[in-house]
T-cell receptor
Framework: DSGVTQTPKHLITATGQRVTLRCSPR?????VYWYQQSLDQGLQFLIQ???????AKGNILERFSAQQFPDLHSELNLSSLELGDSALYFC?????????????????FGSGTRLTVV | TQLLEQSPQFLSIQEGENLTVYCNSS?????LQWYRQEPGEGPVLLVT???GGEVKKLKRLTFQFGDARKDSSLHITAAQPGDTGLYLCAGGRLDSNYQLIWGAGTKLIIKP
């Protein structure tokens, strides 16, 4: 158990629908990152939140949004889903803003949510 | 274009053999990390290297950061089936605000 909790583990939904993925970071970590991993694209950074504020954006589509709540858990909302959105979605956390300088701890990843759009 | 190129993309060898996988870039990185990901799980950090020429060992795994901090290698001695997984390198640069830049990974299979 990495300490990062993601729910649900699996999600099957139809095109055009909206889903919410949830992440609870490791205790004490203030940063949450969302990643998408598909077979053909590898691990793609979507967005980072630090202590409730958006910190950095990657290749996140406009149909996707995220937020981090006062208790530091985060949600990733995916709307108008398309077949191509089928992927593993990972949440990771780190103590500070820059994972490379957090005592070399880097990211701690959750086990992911496997999203299948049919 | 991948800023971090990993090679080979796929490697399947017998238990007991040695292997090296590479992570290369034309850019300089402030530091570089290696992760291992097993099916159905998230990546797990193995090591962080920050100094050019640095060598770190983790049991049978040896990690090296290139002198110019543009490349890294992971050498596994006497590979075991438990080493099977996807090995990812990730680097941070000042001009990317230190957000990790990820390679596509090397998928390693160790056959008993």
């Amino acid at each position: 158990d990495s300490g990062v909790t993601q729910t649900p583990k699996h999600l099957i939904t139809a095109t055009g629908q909206r889903v919410t993925l949830r992440c609870s970071p490791r205790s004490g970590d203030l940063s949450v990152y969302w990643y998408q991993q598909s077979l053909d694209q590898g691990l793609q950074f979507l967005i980072q939140y630090y202590n409730g504020e958006e910190r950095a954006k990657g290749n996140i589509l406009e149909r996707f949004s995220a937020q981090q709540f006062p208790d530091l858990h985060s949600e990733l909302n995916l709307s108008s889903l398309e077949l191509g959105d089928s992927a593993l979605y990972f949440c990771a956390s780190s103590p500070g803003i820059y994972p490379l300088f957090d005592g070399s701890q880097g990211y701690t990843f959750g086990s992911g949510t496997r999203l299948t759009v049919v | 274009t991948q800023l971090l190129e990993q090679s080979p993309q796929f490697l399947s060898i017998q238990e007991g053999e040695n292997l090296t996988v590479y992570c290369n870039s034309s850019s300089v990185f402030s530091s570089l990390q290696w992760y291992r990901q097993e099916p159905g799980e998230g990546p797990v950090l193995l090591v962080t290297v920050v100094t050019g020429g640095e060598v770190k060992k983790l049991k049978r795994l040896t990690f090296q950061f290139g002198d110019a901090r543009k490349d890294s290698s992971l050498h596994i001695t006497a590979a075991q089936p438990g080493d099977t997984g996807l090995y990812l390198c990730a680097g941070g640069r000042l001009d990317s605000n230190y957000q990790l830049i990820w390679g596509a990974g090397t998928k390693l299979i160790i056959k008993p």
